[in-house]
């Protein structure tokens, strides 16, 4: 359980964990020393531990919980706005804009590329993020059917989870190639389901009398 801070406290924290988040970023979980963020932010190790008691194992953690709030930030509002086509199209413009500007030092790369295998408490932030993230899609799918858009047999949580990891693979994939374009066609290719027209329904048999 996290002590209670006042605010001046929580600024400097803030700034120290917002401070490592871009060192991490730049050079990885690995190549992050407490050292090389105490220069960053001008803080004393006596600081750095009153702040995060656990010393970096604590550290990561604050920095994994500020990535992964990050992640769905940058996303808003248009992602809790998935109400028509349009809006997803707007959604989808946002994504591939904001990985675009930062590539590989975006907070979503972060998280997966160093912070994911550091240890089970950073796995589980990422875990909740995605989770987070998956309901949030899926809400917008039910939009979609809601308004008649979409092909109701469509299975909002699955079509989720393929948004999802087509956006975590056409990441992977720019960060490794630095080609915009993967995570594009990644992406599309994803959302090309929703596209499905809903079925028509079955035309009504006439009765034609025999009097």
Known sequence: MERKLTPRGAATRRRIVE???????????ADTHLDDIRRATTTSKSQLFHYFPGGRSDLLRAVARHEADQVLAVQQ???????????????????LRHHERYGQH?????????????????????????????????DG???LQIEGVTD??????????????????????????NADEYLELCLDA???????????PAPTATRHSTS
């Not at 401070?19 to 979980?29: F, S």
């Not at 089970?120 to 932030?125: F, I, L, T, Y």
């Not at 109701?152 to 190639?177: D, F, N, V, Y």
């Open 19 to 29: 401070a490592a988040a871009v060192l991490i970023r730049q050079h990885g979980a």
């Open 77 to 95: 509002p248009q992602l809790s706005r998935l109400s028509s086509w349009d809006s997803w199209m707007d959604w989808r413009e946002v994504i």
């Open 106 to 138: 975006c907070a979503l790369g972060s998280l997966t590329a160093y912070l994911g295998q550091i240890s089970p408490q950073v796995r589980a932030v990422i875990a909740e993020l995605y989770e987070n993230w998956e309901r949030m899609l899926a």
């Open 141 to 143: 799918v039910r939009a």
């Open 152 to 177: 109701s047999g469509i299975k909002p949580e699955r079509a989720a989870k393929s948004i999802l990891t087509a956006i975590q693979g056409g990441t992977t994939m720019m960060q490794l190639t």
């Open 190 to 200: 994803a959302l090309l389901q929703l596209r499905a027209v809903p079925p028509s």
